[in-house]
Structure formats: structure tokens, C-alpha cells
Nanobody
Framework: QMQLVESGGGSVQAGGSVRLSCTVS????????MGWFRQTPGKERERIAV???????RNADSVKGRFTISRDNAKNTLYLQMNNLKPEDTAMYYC???????????????WGQGTQVTVSS
């Protein structure tokens, strides 16, 4: 059973930066597709960025040019560098893993517990 544990969330002012980390255990991280999703109360969970085992990435239009997803297979860790944060980026951020690329809500096999990011204006 794969386990995903996010860290790095917190409160930041608009225009600031935050880096989220997701530590993977239980399976070989390098063979899985990974991604970041976010969710606010009353809304559906939204895909933010995904990365394949070969390093190919896709970002949502809402975060292009501001967020960067990356992975360190040697450390079994997934990252999300978030720059130029906006109040609308406030959400619970979830790490996800699956065997099929790209990841969507319906083909995620494993979820982390989430980490909150709050951006104030």
C-alpha cells in the first residue's frame, strides 16, 4: 500500500512563494505518475499539475507560469513550487499517485491527507 504524506503548507501573503513536498513510501515512487490537486469547501477537487515517470508535465491553465511540479526519484519525493501566489490559490492541496498518465480525479489510486495553503491579500 502506497502512503503519501504532504508537507510545506501554511499561510503566505499574495505574491509570495511556498514549496509543497510529498514523501512517498510503500512502493517504488519512480514507476508511478504523480500529481497535485487542490480543493476548497463546496467545490470539486481540481487537478493542478501532473508529472509522468519520465518527467513529462502538465499544468492547469490557472497556474501556468507560476507553479512547477517536479520529482526526485532518489528521495521518493514529489514537489510543487508555487510562486506569485494569489488569494484564489487558497485551498487544501493533495498529493496523488496512479499508474496511468495523465492523472485525473477518476484514475488516482492513492491520495495524501492534504496540506492547507492560505494566501492573504
Amino acid at each position: 500500500q502506497m502512503q503519501l504524506v504532504e508537507s510545506g503548507g501554511g499561510s503566505v501573503q499574495a505574491g509570495g512563494s511556498v514549496r509543497l513536498s510529498c514523501t512517498v513510501s510503500g512502493y517504488t515512487h519512480s514507476s508511478y505518475c504523480m500529481g497535485w490537486f487542490r480543493q476548497t469547501p463546496g467545490k470539486e477537487r481540481e487537478r493542478i499539475a501532473v508529472i509522468d515517470s519520465d518527467g513529462s508535465t502538465r499544468n492547469a491553465d490557472s497556474v501556468k507560469g507560476r507553479f512547477t511540479i517536479s520529482r526526485d526519484n532518489a528521495k521518493n519525493t514529489l514537489y510543487l513550487q508555487m510562486n506569485n501566489l494569489k488569494p484564489e490559490d487558497t485551498a487544501m492541496y493533495y498529493c496523488a499517485a496512479g499508474v496511468t498518465y495523465p492523472l485525473w480525479l477518476w484514475n488516482v489510486d492513492y491520495w495524501g491527507q492534504g496540506t492547507q495553503v492560505t494566501v492573504s491579500s
